[in-house]
């Protein structure tokens, strides 16, 4: 088993840059495929970025594409997500998962192991 514990989440003004922290308890993250999710009110989940357990990245949908950055510290068992110029329309609940099985991280559902979520609120 994997315990996934986010962390970074808050209330900001648009414009500004948080940072948000995935910690893998249990075994080694890098042996899994990693990945954040978002869900804003009202809204299905989205896929917003993953490393692969190769270390290779990807990000999804255009409008993070050139704010956010996703990385990992694998001494740290912790995977990042950087998410700069922050929009009103990132306001959304963040969430990390991990797949053992490779190749489905960017689904928005369906994932081996979930962390418990981190509120980020953008305000304009």
């Known amino acids: 088993q994997v315990q996934l514990v986010e962390s970074g989440g808050g209330w900001v003004q648009a414009g500004v840059s948080l940072r948000l922290s995935c910690t893998a308890y249990?075994?080694?993250?890098?042996?899994?495929?990693r990945g954040w999710f978002r869900q804003a009110p009202g809204k299905e989940r989205e896929f917003v970025a993953a490393v692969y357990r190769s270390g290779l990245c990807a990000l999804g949908p255009d409008s993070v594409q050139g704010r956010f950055t996703i990385s990992r510290d694998n001494a740290k068992n912790t995977m990042y997500l950087q998410m700069d110029s922050l929009r009103p329309e990132d306001t959304a609940v963040y969430y990390c998962?991990?797949?053992?099985?490779?190749?489905?991280?960017?689904?928005?559902?369906?994932?081996?192991?979930w962390g418990q979520g981190t509120q980020v609120t953008v305000s304009s």
């Open positions: 249990g075994r080694t993250f890098s042996d899994y495929d």
């Open positions: 998962a991990a797949d053992l099985v490779a190749g489905r991280i960017t689904r928005a559902y369906d994932h081996d192991f």
